[in-house]
T-cell receptor, first 118, second 111 residues
Framework: GAVVSQHPSWVICKSGTSVKIECRSLDFQATTMFWYRQFPKQSLMLMATSNEGSKATYEQGVEKDKFLINHASLTLSTLTVTSAHPEDSSFYIC??????????????FGPGTRLTVT | GQNIDQPTEMTATEGAIVQINCTYQTSGFNGLFWYQQHAGEAPTFLSYNVLDGLEEKGRFSSFLSRSKGYSYLLLKELQMKDSASYLCAVRNAGNNRKLIWGLGTSLAVNP
């Protein structure tokens, strides 16, 4: 149980276009989802915390107008990278917390989406 | 400020034991996590400590001392597949309970 999926697993887009990444909790309800980005050989950097039905909380330095997050249901959160530039190329990972199962201490990670902007 | 320190790289031999240390200074504490991450993949959960002491799970064990702001991950009977990055993360005590991540320790297991 506790599976998180991401789609797409990889995407290549042209500079200036927008890309949407989906994060789904497949077998549990996730009231909270987290979006991370990770550059090569670096650790995870939290971008924002997404709570179902409310606005996302962005970390300092993350542009909320560039990285649009929508958490419209208990099983789906989306991250849209708007007007993407080559410096946005990174590995984007979502995670979800399952409050109903009692596993309060664990975040379940999706497999990640590798974004390349040309 | 908040800070988590762990060694950047470690090397060990197949079949041996390795200990990866993590020290932390955070504004609040609500548990410490260890994750394993292979290159190009998402992190996978290894262990969780919230009370002082040792938690053992198969070949992996994790230790916590809250008074010292210190944890370690112990890997026994190392296998080649254990070559990966090991991430230490502390959960803060705020409402969102987000994780604060260390930079990770890249472990290379040699034959």
């Amino acid at each position: 149980g506790a599976v998180v999926s991401q789609h797409p697993s990889w995407v290549i887009c042209k500079s200036g276009t927008s890309v949407k990444i989906e994060c789904r909790s497949l077998d549990f309800q996730a009231t909270t989802m987290f979006w991370y980005r990770q550059f090569p050989k670096q650790s995870l950097m939290l971008m924002a915390t997404s709570n179902e039905g409310s606005k996302a909380t962005y970390e300092q330095g993350v542009e909320k107008d560039k990285f649009l997050i929508n958490h419209a249901s208990l099983t789906l959160s989306t991250l849209t990278v708007t007007s993407a530039h080559p410096e946005d190329s990174s590995f984007y990972i979502c995670s979800a917390r399952d409050y109903t199962s009692g596993n309060l201490y664990e975040q379940y990670f999706g497999p990640g989406t590798r974004l390349t902007v040309t | 400020g908040q800070n988590i320190d762990q060694p950047t790289e470690m090397t060990a031999t197949e079949g041996a034991i390795v200990q990866i240390n993590c020290t932390y200074q955070t504004s609040g504490f609500n548990g410490l996590f260890w994750y394993q991450q292979h290159a190009g993949e998402a992190p996978t959960f290894l262990s969780y400590n919230v009370l002082d002491g040792l938690e053992e799970k198969g070949r992996f064990s994790s230790f916590l001392s809250r008074s010292k702001g210190y944890s370690y991950l112990l890997l026994k009977e190392l296998q080649m597949k254990d070559s990966a990055s090991y991430l230490c993360a502390v959960r803060n005590a705020g409402n969102n309970r987000k994780l604060i991540w260390g930079l990770g320790t890249s472990l290379a297991v040699n034959p």
